[in-house]
């Protein structure tokens, strides 16, 4: 199965509120029952029993709702531990409904700004987190991208992604369709698949940004898991 570079709609300037709203409602939905969430926790987990934190902070890029971030956050609470996170959105609706989402939780800060050059200083955080963001690019953006995180990140980059596979793709469109008429989650969910990578194809552009020591592992279903320890 060839990658797609097919535009999704999410990626186009202002899409309708209604539409956006109810995708990012459908997103929350799939992060559920999907395993977007655990993927995203995976190595963040091992990573702070490691260096055995009391307290991290954390910069989740392109957080849309911030459901990943409010996971985080209940779980942080659940193991003991003091975490500071940011969600970062540049579309300002997603940022809405994030700040809107979160209100309660003192552990996260919804910032309006973009991911591709994200506004803090170099080593602002112990963990910056790209969950489901970096299929969206070229592979030197990601490339590119990767390198700026990794300067704002004091011990690891932390990505959650999809895996490119045919199965992937008409099983999320097949399942999409069975709860959802939003058009928006109908075209994106399977092209975001057709617009991954395989395991092979992620691994060799980690190496390629040559940050530092890499870790890919496979998460069912059809995700990536990478650790990238900022050296």
């Known amino acids: ?7 999704e709609l999410m990626d186009y300037p202002s899409p309708p509120r209604e ?23 995976r190595d963040l987990g091992r990573l702070i029993e490691q260096h ?7 910069l989740d890029v392109g957080a849309g709702s911030a459901d990943i971030a409010s996971g985080i956050a209940g779980w942080a609470r659940s193991k003991g531990l003091r975490a500071k996170i940011i969600a970062l959105d540049i579309d300002p609706v997603a940022a809405m409904v994030a700040a809107d989402r979160v209100r309660h939780l003192r552990e996260i800060t919804v910032v309006r700004g973009d991911g591709t ?4 200083a170099p080593a602002s955080f112990d963990f910056v987190l790209a969950s489901q963001f970096l299929h969206h690019y070229s592979e030197e953006k990601i490339v590119e991208l990767i390198k700026i ?3 704002l990140a004091r011990r690891a980059v932390i ?4 895996l490119r596979h045919p199965l992937a793709f008409h099983g ?10 939003n058009i928006m989650t109908l075209t994106d969910a399977p092209l975001s698949v057709a617009r991954a990578f395989t395991l092979a194809e992620w691994r060799a552009l980690f190496r390629q940004a040559a940050i530092g020591t890499v870790e890919l592992t496979p998460v069912f279903p059809f995700r990536v898991a990478v650790r990238l320890d900022v050296r």
Request: with cysteine; glycine share 6%.
């Open 117 to 120: 050059a994200p506004p803090f």
């Open 159 to 162: 990505v959650s992604d999809l």
């Open 172 to 181: 999320i469109r097949g399942l999409t369709h069975l709860f959802t008429r």
């Open 52 to 58: 055995r934190l009391p307290e991290f902070s954390l």
């Open 149 to 151: 995180w990794s300067t």
């Open 1 to 7: 199965m060839k990658r797609s570079l097919e535009k």
């Open 19 to 41: 539409l956006l709203e109810g995708e990012l409602k459908n997103l929350r939905i799939l992060n559920r029952y999907l395993g977007g969430y655990r993927c995203a926790v």
